[in-house]
């Protein structure tokens, strides 16, 4: 049996783009000999729709969407990811997570997912009502066993495992001979080989090849990956489709795979490649001509204008460089030198004026301005209103540059440069910052390598903010880690690992006491597995000491 996997970005809600996406692929694949097609989880609707569902006439314009498919599908059947009501013969809520296997101008099967998360970015359980039984059907001389997203994790490779039922196992009992996922999972670093792990297992597991077609592109802030995979009977690959780009392939199942599954993949590349695809959706899907930014040349906003270069093209970035009295002339002349190596459109601009104006007004009810920040969060603010203007007069999204390690501690200014549009470094450390502009000049030398040098060599070393010493960032982001991304106590990150307490005490005081800020700061694109906002929802104001 040959399988067509349509790899697709779909947009939420969008039914009459995602309809048209899925059919070119459908016909696509057909005409390349597919047997079955499939598309990713929720691939008419765009995942995560969240509370879209709860619009009256929304699953009423998706099951229209559902049945243009099936008038439009001939003898080759199409699976479909979509959202359906719930039928209420028990109670429960709502709507159903669906899946439509549509053959010869109608739906033959309707599949509910069965294992809804509720965990980190997901709340499946607020609006769907989970299947009761898992059964295979017959096509083309197999049994079918077709699964929706979670239904295929095994307890082994969920942090905190939460599921009574086993799909895989009762669809094995059921007499399934091959298993069909239907997936919008999520990328973060190293997530592409845990997954592939993980198919591996299950395909073992249910002694039937194994086809996994995941979703593409970016939508909330989560990036999907794709790197779909069609496994034998013995977890072996016996194909593969890239990471990031929408695609489709016709892969024979009946083939041997050669090898466990790879997954050649790098983390900094992969990250690299998810802010790349982050800025493209986002910015097409929300409809905006073009981006724009403060080119200040220093690494962050240097690799930023980068990125955005590859996801756009040159002629769709367009930047200010808006110098001020605390910016050195180094930096300015290293923001013209890239914007030269970029071939990107520039506009130089002066804060003064309006600086001195706000300065002057000021002064009539600040009698003492002795803190450092008051007067550079003035600046940051000035920029802002500046680069709003400019962004919103022309129809441009705003990227901002803060990467996660400031963030995280409360390092910018509210209302500032650094928390408008898109935050496309909200959640990358600094030191990854540092290995993506090393990335980043791989082909071409865009960002100084001594300047990239000079930030590594600084985040070695404490600094100040302020009035305040900041310890250095390779420890922050060391602790970050361990507090943010594994949840660990500041106990176990003293006594487990040894880290210095006034240390690890002032990191976590700052990360729970600005969570006030990041709830004000600007979407971000998540790549690490616990993003601030989507993954860490916390109060903005709490008492509780750990």
Same mark, same amino acid.
């Given at each position: 049996?040959?399988?067509?996997?349509?790899?697709?970005?779909?947009?939420?809600?969008? !039914?009459?783009?995602?309809?048209?996406?899925?059919?070119?692929?459908?016909?696509?694949?057909?005409?390349?000999?597919?047997?079955?097609?499939?598309?990713?989880?929720?691939?008419? &609707?765009?995942?995560?729709? =969240?509370?879209?569902?709860?619009? %009256?006439?929304?699953?009423?314009?998706?099951?229209?969407?559902?049945?243009?498919?099936?008038?439009?599908?001939?003898?080759?059947?199409?699976?479909?990811?979509?959202?359906?009501?719930?039928?209420?013969?028990?109670?429960?809520?709502?709507?159903?997570?669906?899946?439509?296997?549509?053959?010869?101008?109608?739906?033959?099967?309707?599949?509910?997912?069965?294992?809804?998360?509720?965990?980190?970015? !997901?709340?499946?359980?607020?609006?769907?009502?989970?299947?009761?039984?898992?059964?295979?059907?017959?096509?083309?001389?197999?049994?079918?066993?077709?699964?929706?997203?979670?239904?295929?994790?095994?307890?082994?490779?969920?942090?905190?495992?939460?599921?009574?039922?086993?799909?895989?196992?009762?669809?094995?009992?059921?007499?399934?001979?091959?298993?069909?996922?239907?997936?919008?999972?999520?990328?973060?670093?190293?997530?592409?080989?845990?997954?592939?792990?993980?198919?591996?297992?299950?395909?073992?597991?249910?002694?039937?090849?194994?086809?996994?077609?995941?979703?593409?592109?970016?939508?909330?802030?989560?990036? !999907?990956?794709?790197?779909?995979?069609?496994?034998?009977?013995?977890?072996?690959?016996?194909?593969?489709?890239?990471?990031?780009?929408?695609?489709?392939?016709?892969?024979?199942?009946?083939?041997?795979?050669?090898?466990?599954?790879?997954?050649?993949?790098?983390? &900094?590349?992969?990250?690299?490649?998810?802010?790349?695809?982050?800025?493209?959706?986002?910015?097409?899907?929300?409809?905006?001509?073009? &981006?724009?930014?403060?080119?200040?040349?220093?690494?962050?906003?240097?690799?930023?204008?980068?990125?955005?270069?590859?996801?756009?093209?040159?002629?769709?970035?367009?930047?200010?460089?808006?110098?001020?009295?605390?910016?050195? &002339?180094?930096?300015?002349?290293?923001?013209?030198?890239?914007?030269?190596?970029?071939?990107?459109?520039?506009?130089?601009?002066?804060?003064?004026?309006?600086?001195?104006?706000?300065?002057?007004?000021?002064?009539?009810?600040?009698?003492?301005?002795?803190?450092?920040?008051?007067?550079?969060?003035?600046?940051?603010?000035?920029?802002?209103?500046?680069?709003?203007?400019?962004?919103?007069?022309?129809?441009?999204?705003?990227?901002?540059?803060?990467?996660?390690?400031?963030?995280?501690?409360?390092?910018?200014?509210?209302?500032?440069?650094?928390?408008?549009?898109?935050?496309?470094?909200?959640?990358?450390?600094?030191?990854?910052?540092?290995?993506?502009?090393?990335?980043?000049?791989?082909?071409? %030398?865009?960002?100084?390598?001594?300047?990239?040098?000079? %930030?590594?060599?600084?985040?070695?070393?404490?600094?100040?903010?302020?009035?305040?010493?900041?310890?250095?960032?390779?420890?922050?982001?060391?602790?970050?880690?361990?507090?943010?991304?594994?949840?660990?106590?500041?106990?176990?990150?003293?006594?487990?690992?040894?880290?210095?307490?006034?240390?690890?005490?002032?990191?976590? =005081?700052?990360?729970?006491?600005?969570?006030?800020?990041?709830?004000?700061?600007?979407?971000?694109?998540?790549?690490?597995?616990?993003? !601030?906002?989507?993954?860490?929802?916390?109060?903005?104001?709490?008492?509780?000491?750990?």
């Amino acid at each position: 049996m040959k399988i067509g996997i349509a790899q697709i970005n779909s947009n939420i809600g969008d !039914f009459p783009r995602n309809a048209k996406r899925i059919m070119q692929a459908y016909r696509a694949c057909v005409d390349a000999g597919a047997e079955i097609v499939v598309t990713p989880e929720m691939s008419l &609707v765009g995942y995560p729709p =969240r509370d879209l569902v709860t619009k %009256e006439r929304f699953v009423s314009k998706c099951l229209q969407a559902l049945d243009y498919l099936a008038d439009e599908t001939g003898d080759v059947p199409l699976i479909v990811g979509y959202v359906d009501f719930h039928d209420f013969i028990q109670p429960g809520r709502p709507l159903r997570n669906a899946a439509a296997f549509l053959h010869q101008g109608g739906v033959r099967q309707k599949i509910w997912k069965t294992l809804l998360p509720s965990y980190d970015m !997901f709340d499946e359980h607020k609006y769907f009502e989970p299947s009761s039984e898992c059964k295979a059907f017959n096509f083309g001389g197999r049994r079918i066993g077709l699964t929706i997203g979670e239904d295929i994790w095994l307890e082994d490779y969920i942090r905190r495992p939460i599921y009574q039922r086993d799909p895989i196992a009762e669809l094995k009992d059921d007499g399934a001979d091959l298993i069909i996922n239907i997936s919008a999972s999520p990328f973060h670093t190293g997530m592409p080989k845990h997954r592939a792990s993980l198919l591996e297992v299950v395909a073992c597991g249910a002694n039937a090849p194994l086809v996994c077609c995941n979703a593409v592109g970016m939508n909330e802030q989560l990036v !999907f990956d794709g790197n779909s995979l069609v496994l034998d009977a013995d977890g072996n690959e016996i194909s593969n489709l890239p990471g990031f780009i929408s695609c489709f392939k016709v892969v024979d199942i009946t083939e041997r795979g050669s090898e466990a599954p790879s997954m050649r993949s790098i983390d &900094v590349e992969d990250v690299h490649k998810g802010l790349i695809l982050g800025i493209q959706d986002y910015a097409q899907k929300a409809g905006f001509g073009a &981006v724009t930014m403060i080119l200040d040349g220093n690494v962050e906003s240097s690799l930023v204008a980068s990125l955005a270069v590859r996801a756009l093209g040159a002629e769709q970035v367009k930047v200010l460089v808006i110098p001020d009295e605390t910016q050195a &002339v180094e930096s300015v002349c290293r923001a013209i030198q890239l914007v030269e190596k970029l071939g990107i459109e520039h506009t130089n601009i002066s804060v003064d004026v309006v600086k001195q104006s706000a300065d002057l007004v000021l002064g009539e009810i600040l009698t003492d301005l002795d803190h450092p920040l008051v007067d550079q969060g003035i600046t940051s603010r000035v920029r802002a209103m500046l680069l709003m203007a400019y962004a919103r007069n022309n129809n441009y999204l705003v990227l901002s540059s803060a990467n996660k390690s400031d963030l995280s501690i409360g390092h910018q200014f509210i209302g500032g440069d650094s928390s408008l549009g898109l935050a496309v470094l909200s959640d990358v450390p600094k030191i990854i910052v540092h290995k993506l502009a090393n990335f980043t000049n791989s082909e071409k %030398e865009l960002i100084p390598k001594a300047l990239i040098e000079r %930030e590594e060599e600084a985040s070695k070393n404490s600094h100040k903010y302020g009035n305040e010493t900041v310890p250095p960032y390779v420890l922050i982001d060391l602790i970050l880690e361990l507090y943010v991304n594994y949840q660990l106590s500041c106990d176990e990150i003293i006594k487990g690992h040894g880290y210095d307490e006034n240390t690890v005490r002032w990191v976590q =005081r700052k990360v729970d006491l600005n969570e006030w800020k990041r709830q004000q700061a600007a979407p971000g694109i998540r790549v690490t597995s616990r993003a !601030f906002g989507m993954c860490r929802r916390m109060p903005t104001v709490q008492g509780f000491i750990d």
